[in-house]
């Protein structure tokens, strides 16, 4: 079945830019139904998209979040990537990938904690 | 922005009870995007509820799901140990796309 799986940065300096990689198994993510999103949970606290994108690399984000967010796809490794530049203390979180379809957000990632901290 | 507003935030109920959840829109919201998910500690959401009121693949038919227009219910008939969680309300047709807040139902 379908899988998705974040790759795992772990520590961020404040100021750089968060990096993650999201690997999808068990289907091609270009079979082009699908959008393909970001989300992210600060520890005790609730859900936020980010931003989503299809396999033709339209995007489309979180206002909040537009003028330091970059996604984008390479279908030739089944993946997709999130990019967030200047980060702080306040980036702190679990990110999720998932697909998004007709349904809602199904499946999830299990998640990656990323810290930000010198 | 579309802000789903649910209540309560915590629910604190027995096994073999009944759950009530509500979610509530600051305007409309096609029931066609409208999800609930589950969540449990250190664990990522699972898709419980899609189009308002129709079960995702896997779940129990004590989870049901309600309403149209602004006002939503997630309802658990009878609560089994499992089910004590966090609950989030989502809507998907409006960018940005927005959850709710959560209920936390505890025993």
């Known amino acids: 079945q379908l899988q998705l799986r974040e790759s795992d940065p772990g520590l961020v300096r404040p100021s750089e830019t968060l990096s993650l990689i999201c690997t999808v198994s068990?289907?091609?993510?270009?079979?082009?139904?699908?959008?393909w999103v970001w989300v992210r949970q600060p520890p005790g606290k609730g859900l936020a998209w980010i931003g989503s994108?299809?396999?033709?690399?339209?995007?489309y984000y979180n206002p909040s979040l537009k003028s330091r967010v970059t996604l984008s796809i390479d279908t030739s490794k089944n993946q997709f990537s999130l990019k967030l530049s200047s980060v702080t203390a306040a980036d702190t979180a679990v990110y999720y990938c998932?697909?998004?379809?007709?349904?809602?957000?199904?499946?999830w990632g299990q998640g990656t904690l990323v810290t930000v901290s010198s | 922005e579309i802000v789903l507003t649910q209540s309560p935030g915590t629910l604190s109920l027995s096994p073999g009870e009944r759950a009530t959840l509500s979610c509530r829109a600051s305007q409309s919201v096609s029931s066609k995007y409208l999800s609930w998910y589950q969540q449990k500690p250190g664990q990522a959401p699972r898709l419980l509820i899609y189009?308002?009121?129709y079960r995702a693949t896997g779940i129990p038919d004590r989870f049901s799901g309600s309403g149209s227009g602004t006002d939503f219910t997630l309802t658990i008939s009878r609560l089994e140990p499992e089910d004590f969680a966090v609950y989030y309300c989502q809507q998907f047709g409006s960018s940005p796309l927005t959850f709710g807040g959560g209920t936390k139902v505890e025993i």
């Open positions: 998932a697909r998004l379809w007709s349904n809602g957000f199904d499946p």
């Open positions: 189009g308002a009121s």
């Open positions: 994108i299809d396999d033709s690399g339209s995007t």
């Open positions: 068990g289907d091609s993510i270009s079979s082009g139904y699908y959008y």
